[in-house]
């Protein structure tokens, strides 16, 4: 099991363009815009994402809901009108689940979660920001969940890459010579 940490969520974090100082309530979900107003997501909704997360991260990362919440709050903190854009794809999920499932999508069990996410079309779709329902699940649900793994130190891990953008790693692992050689 590959456990999700405070240093992964920060390289993410970085990955994408936002810095976040000190850190110290860094896995718990920040309630309220910078402003102090309306929170930014509900907790039906944060678990939601989480519930996606679940589905698309591999089976062996542990973690998930701390990490979530720390990428996913500063991310959307950060920008507020990406924040009313996963909303809006949250909310075409949910639409899709109660339709076809007549419940949230994250009340299903996960294999019915990973069965209505390619029944929608999501595994197929074309990542669009402002295209159809599945598009935009595609783009502000799936993807996102997934550059901020993969983009983490221990998500490149996962997959072979040694240095995700925004983890320093040195020259040592450009100087060696590939596995075999």
């Known amino acids: 099991m590959t456990e999700l940490d405070r240093r992964d969520v920060l390289k993410a974090l970085g990955a994408a363009g936002i810095t976040v100082g000190g850190g110290a309530a860094l896995l718990e979900w920040a309630d309220e815009d910078d402003a102090g107003g309306e929170p930014i997501v509900t907790d039906h909704e944060r678990r939601t994402l989480h519930a996606v997360a679940e589905t698309v991260y591999p089976s062996e990362v542990s973690g998930i809901g701390s990490f979530v919440d720390g990428y996913m709050s500063r991310r959307l903190r950060a920008d507020l009108e990406r924040a009313d854009a996963v909303l809006d794809a ?3 999920l949910n639409d899709y689940a109660r339709e076809w499932e007549d419940t949230d999508f994250r009340e299903l069990e996960p294999a019915k979660q990973e069965e209505t996410l390619r029944a929608m079309g999501v595994d197929k779709a074309d990542p669009v920001p402002d295209g159809a329902p599945r598009e935009r699940v595609r783009y502000y649900l799936v993807n996102e969940l997934v550059y901020g793994l993969y ?8 997959v072979g890459i ?3 953008q925004g983890h320093p790693g040195g020259t040592e692992s450009y100087k060696r010579p590939p596995d075999g050689q």
């Open 162 to 164: 040694e240095n995700p």
């Open 151 to 158: 983009s983490s130190p221990t998500g490149g891990e996962l």
């Open 90 to 92: 949250l909310t075409a």
